[in-house]
């Protein structure tokens, strides 16, 4: 029993090293810092008329008379490009996509190269600043410097949508950004939905172009930003950015998680592969603990569902609920993850928006009967 204990303690405290502090935005005050510099806001857009409006709507009080906004139509079925262009964006069609492009970076790409502005914003369309976010923002690029990337706060308003807490969590800790003394200097990765750089630095780092077939666009990103000796630095959202991130249901999680994870693996360094490992075991811990020490699997379950609840409310509106029953998160995540794994590595392909991603160096495999 002892030594369940003393491996449950080392997963355990495995888990706070690695999120430890997660730092936010800077704050700035209205009237106490000087005109900010011009922004290109792009926003790459496939089928989002849902949301775009909502982003747009949130943008809209915080841009000043030279910013510009450039919403990127990615082939959309429904009425993004007229929902964006109601909504005050100048909307660009995404041109064919070439072999050996993601669409994605592809319509990131597409937008920087109409892009006016010295200072790039790359922001997913199903995004919301909060009041004075935008200026954050911006305020957090000119401290850093190179690549500068928010993780929004997740906003989880049905029980479908909380089933991604281990997720957001796992994915925090695999940049390995927010244990102590690291202070959000990434050496993994960047978060996709918000992305800030200067024109010039992502000229030096090659930009899209450098990354276009990527699946998982923000970590070839930073790899290229780190390898042109510029800086990578991740903050959480928190009263900056949010987004519902898979408001669709379980389906959207499934197959949106199923693209990232597997990818993401195998892209955390060793070490923190092994210490989110131990910590993946000791939530587990108590269920195992549960035939032969029930007492102390209480113990543990308490434990791990105290740090879970500390983890999640830096993260996202999941709640106490959510805490509490994390192993049916847990589950989920595992499940999805072996799906991931066999996607990735058996077929070589995911799926996501109605295109099929290879996940092997070549072209960006495509189904015929989709519009591209």
Known sequence: MLVDLIAFLAGWGAGWWLLWRVPLPPRVKPGTSPPREAVTIVVPARDEADVVPVLLASLRPELDAGDEVIVVDDHSQDATADRARAGGATVVAAPPLPPGWVGKAWACHTGAGRAQRSTLVFLDADTRLAPGGLARLVTGLAATGGLYSVQPWHEVPRPSERLAAVFNVVAMMGTAAFAPGR???????????????????????????????????????????????????????????????????LRQLVEGFTKNFAAAAGATHLRTTVLITLWLAALCAPAVLAGTAPALGVLCYVAAALQMGVHLRRLGSFGVLSAALYPVALAVFVAVFARSLVATVAFGRVRWKGRELSTRRGPTRRRPTRAP
Do not use: K
Request: aromatic fraction near 8%; charged fraction near 15%; hydrophobic fraction near 45%.
């Open 183 to 249: 202070g959000g200097r990434a050496s993994v990765g960047a978060f996709g939905p918000c992305l800030l750089t200067t024109a010039a630095d992502y000229r030096s780092a090659g930009g899209h172009a450098a990354v276009r077939g990527a699946v998982l666009d923000d970590l070839a990103l930073a790899r290229r930003y780190r390898a042109a000796g510029l800086a990578v630095t991740i903050h959480g959202g928190r009263g900056t950015i949010s987004f519902r991130m898979y408001p669709a249901g």
